[in-house]
C-alpha cells in the first residue's frame, strides 16, 4: 500500500478516555493515541466530567495520532479527507454561547442525583414512568439527559441566569465538541446527531424532531438546543487552533450506535460492547419495536439525511467493566484488569458467590434505581479467586438478561435460538474467560472480531461514507471480518446453565430497595 494514501480520522470520546484512531482506505488502523481523564465522585451516585478537561483530551489525541502516523510514514497531513466522532451517551452540559465557558461540570450517564427530579415526574404527570416512552421509546430514568438538564436548570444558578439572558446553550459530549471544533464562540455548530438526540428523551423517535409537547411538559426551551442532523453527512470543517483545521466533520453517532455500524448489524443482527457499562443493541429495521420487557426503542443509524432510519431495542448495563476498575482501584485485590482473568482462572466455580454491581441503581431491565450492589454465597471457603470470577460473571449475566428480553420483544423463535450470533466489542472482550462464559451462560455463539474497537471503526465508516471514501456495500457485505473473528461456543449442560440463573436472579433480587441504607 501506498504511504501517501487516503485516510479518516475517528475522535472515539468515551467514560473514563478519549482517542483519535487514524484508518486507511481499507479501514485498517494506522495510527492512534488514548488520554485518560478525570473522573469526579462529589457524592454517592453523582459523576462528573470537567468539560475543559475532555477538550484537551482531544486535542492532544489528534495531535500525537498524526505524529504516530507521519512517523511511520503515512502523510496524514495530505491524505486526511474527514473525520467522524463517536462519544459517550447521555452525558449532559450546559455552556454560555458568549464566552464559551460550561456553566458545571458535565453530569455523567451514569449520574444518579436526578432520582428525587424522577420520583416527582412520575407523580405529576399522567402516564407516570412511562410518560414520554410513546414519543422517545424512553422511561422516565436518571440515565437520560432531559432529567440531567432539569436538574442543571433547578440547581445551578449560573444556568438559570443564562436561561433568562438566552446565553444558554445545552449539549450532550458530541455537541460540546462539534461546536468548539468548529469555532467555539466563533461561529461554532450547535448540531447534534439523530442517535444521541434519541438518549435525551426530547426528540421524537417518528419525526426526528425535538418533540414540543415534551418540552412544555418539561419547560426546556427549545432555542438552548442544538439542530438534529443525520449520523453520515458533511456538518461542518474544523476551525484554526485545531491540529487539523479545514478537516470536514461528516460522521456522528453515539458509541453504541457507532460500534453497530462498526459491526456491519443489520436488521435481525445484535452486537455487545463491553467497556465501562455493557450495551446491548438489535437493529429492528426501519420500525420503532415498543419494548414489553424493559428494553428501550432507540435509534440505530441513520446514513445521510435522505437515508432511511434504522431503529434498535437496546438493554444498557451501568456497570461492566467498572466492576473491574472497583476490584482494582477501590479494593485493590488486583493491580491491572487484565489480573482478574488468571485470578478466576485460579478457582473452578465462583465457589456458590454471586455479585451484582447495582453501584448506581440497575438499568435494563429491571430500571430500580433503589438497587445497590451486594454479594451473597459468602462462606468460609470463598477466596479473592471466587470474588473475581462473580465479578466476570455478574457482567454475563446482565447481558444475558437483555438478550433474553429481546427474544421477546422480537418474536423469536426460541427453539431457534441456536442461530442467533452476538457480536461483541469493546476493551473487555479480550478476556476470554468473559468471552467464554457469555457463551455458556447464553447458549449461543460469541463473535469476537480481529479489530474489537469497532466504536471508532462505526464513526470512520460514516464519515467516509459521507465525503465518498467508502460505499454502504463496502461496509455491510464484506465478509473479511468474520473470516478471522474469534467464535466461542456454548460447553456448559443446559441444567448447570438453569442452575446458575436462578442464583443470579435471587442475588437480583436482594439487591432492591438499598439506596437508604444508614451511613
Known sequence: MSKEDVFIGAIDQGTSSSRFIIYDKSAKPIGSHQV???????????????????????KVCITKAIDKATADGFNVDKGLKAIGLTNQRETTLVWSKSTGAPLHHALVWMDVRTASVCRRLEKELSGGRTHFVESCGLPISTYFSALKLLWLMENVDAVKEAIKKKDALFGTIDTWLIW?????????????????????????????????????????PLEMLPKIVSNSEVIGNVAAGWPIPGIPISGCLGDQHAAMLGQACRKGEAKSTYG?????LLNTGDGVVQSK??????????????????????????????????LRDSLGLISNAADIEPLALGVESNGGVYFVPAFNGLFAPWWRDDARGVCIGITRYTNK?????????????????VIDSMHKDSGADQSKKEEFLLRVDGGATVNNLLMQTQADLLATPVIRPTDIETTALGAAYAAGLAVGVWKEDYIFDSKDRLKNANIFRPLMAEETRKKKSDSWSKAVNRSFDLADLSL
Open 276 to 280: 465501562t457499562g455493557a450495551f446491548i
Open 180 to 220: 468548539n471544533l468548529t469555532g467555539g464562540v466563533k461561529g461554532g455548530l450547535h448540531v447534534t446527531d439523530v442517535s444521541n438526540a434519541s438518549r435525551t428523551m426530547l426528540m421524537n423517535l417518528k419525526t426526528l424532531n425535538w418533540d414540543e409537547s415534551t418540552l412544555k411538559a418539561l419547560a426546556i
Open 36 to 58: 485518560e481523564f478525570t473522573q469526579f465522585y462529589p457524592q454517592a451516585g453523582w459523576v462528573e466530567h470537567d468539560p475543559m478537561e475532555i477538550l484537551e483530551s482531544v
Open 293 to 326: 420487557h424493559g428494553l428501550l426503542s432507540t435509534i440505530a443509524y441513520k446514513l445521510g439525511p435522505n437515508a432511511p432510519t434504522n431503529y434498535a431495542l437496546e438493554g444498557s448495563v451501568a456497570i461492566a467493566g467498572a466492576a473491574v476498575q472497583w
Open 385 to 401: 479467586g471466587h470474588i473475581a470470577r462473580a465479578v466476570l460473571e455478574s457482567i454475563c449475566f446482565q447481558v444475558k438478561d
